[in-house]
């Protein structure tokens, strides 16, 4: 009973405002050296890298982008799938590295009055597969594939257990074992890693795919998706638009609030998540180098959409809103102005139109319609503007 008291106290989660303590971010603004970042230039060629580098090495692991050779094998394609509306297209993705191969899975529906190509909506599929059911038998508001396409757009998933199982005794089967490296390395990537790697090789096989419009990918990630989806646009700039759902600690929250999950915490439930240099920050989130206000930093200049859920407090909606707060300056350098308000907006009401876009819905930790419909707004908006 004593042990279950300790563990109970070293993980109890704080939901008071008032107790979150006093806290000074990073500047995305000052290199280094002490440099300060008047333009975009030399947030691009100085302090953006730097940024990236902190990311790596601190938090995310590295992300390698040596590899033998890649394919794209069409393994089923329909011309009247959703009873006629749409494209199917099932694609394997096989890639290759010193022997060893990993095959990623993607499903993609187009719809069929499309005047192509088309945006897309590609999701980071963190939970069941059966939510991205290919065959529409099994149809899930995670991924309402009709709305999408039905709204013009088309919609693709590929699974995160392709690349590495979401266990931590099991990860390192799947695309690690091209990169046993990493395995070795403090900074090497683990998971979440890979996943956002697997992100960036379904965006080489859009290039190579006239259906869809390579220009206009959003990539939607939920909860440790969203982590995902984070650190794959931030890396990866061909993503036009990232959407992060109620990703939380490591996603879109600020550490340094300490309000609900924290660094020690997510370390400790999920070490098969981040490179092991980020165990050095459990308990101790004051140290980074880094906030999460930099990782959206550096999706700049290209849209960021973030969402919460009121009774997911876990996830701190709070600290998600300050944390595309904090990241304004830096798109600013690119004339954006973002029209968040001052504090968080009422809850269901979604900011849209706006280079940072954010709402909070009334209800529970996951990803629903009414988040999508969002989504499909906000891409629009900005789309419309390119
Ligand atoms: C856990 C974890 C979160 C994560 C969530 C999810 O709650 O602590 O960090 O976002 O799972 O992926 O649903």
Same mark, same amino acid.
């Given at each position: ?107 993609? *529906?187009?719809?069929? =009055? ?5 945006? /897309?909506? &590609?999701?980071?599929?963190? +939970? #069941? ?76 096989? *859009?290039?190579?795919? =006239? ?5 206009? /990918?959003? &990539?939607?990630?939920?909860? +440790? #998706? ?161």
């Amino acid at each position: 009973a004593l042990l279950f008291c300790n563990a109970t106290f070293v993980f109890a989660q704080q939901y008071d405002e008032s107790k979150v303590p006093a806290y000074t971010l990073p500047d995305p603004l000052l290199t280094l050296s002490g440099q300060a970042v008047k333009d975009a230039r030399t947030w691009e060629n100085a302090r953006r890298p730097e940024v990236l580098r902190l990311f790596e090495d601190n938090i995310y692991g590295q992300m390698p982008r040596d590899f033998d050779s890649i394919r794209f094998i069409t393994t089923r394609e329909d011309a009247r799938a959703m009873g006629g509306k749409a494209l199917l297209k099932e694609t394997r993705i096989d890639v290759y590295r010193g022997g060893q191969s990993v095959s990623i899975h993607l499903t993609l *529906f187009v719809p069929g =009055k499309a005047s192509r190509p088309v945006p /897309v909506f &590609l999701l980071i599929n963190n +939970r #069941g597969k059966n939510n991205t059911d290919a065959d529409r038998k099994t149809k899930s508001p995670f991924w309402p594939a009709e709305m999408v396409t039905d709204s013009g757009y088309a919609i693709a998933a590929f699974h995160v257990s392709d690349l590495a199982p979401d266990d931590a005794s099991a990860y390192a089967s799947g695309l690690l074992r091209l990169y046993p490296e990493q395995l070795r390395a403090p900074n090497g990537m683990k998971a979440i890693g890979a996943w956002a790697w697997g992100a960036s090789r379904v965006m080489d096989y *859009f290039m190579k795919e =006239k259906l869809v419009d390579t220009k206009k /990918v959003v &990539l939607v990630g939920h909860s +440790r #998706g969203g982590k995902t989806s984070l650190w794959a646009a931030a890396q990866d700039q061909r993503f036009a638009i990232c959407v992060t759902n109620c990703s939380g600690n490591t996603g879109a929250a600020l550490a340094r609030r300490q309000f609900g999950e924290r660094i020690k915490r997510i370390n400790t439930s999920f070490p098969h998540w981040f490179s092991d240099n980020y165990k050095k920050y459990n308990d101790r989130e004051n140290d980074l180098p880094v906030d999460q206000h930099m990782l959206i930093a550096l999706i700049a200049p290209r849209p960021v959409y973030a969402t919460n859920a009121t009774k997911d407090l876990w996830a701190d909606p709070t600290g998600t809103f300050l944390s595309l707060k904090n990241a304004e300056k830096v798109f600013a350098l690119y004339g954006l102005r973002s029209a968040l308000p001052a504090a968080p907006p009422p809850v269901n009401q979604a900011v849209e139109n706006s280079i940072l876009g954010y709402h909070n819905r009334e209800g529970v930790h996951d990803m629903t319609e009414f988040d999508w419909r969002h989504f499909i707004r906000f891409a629009r908006i900005h789309f419309a503007k390119k």
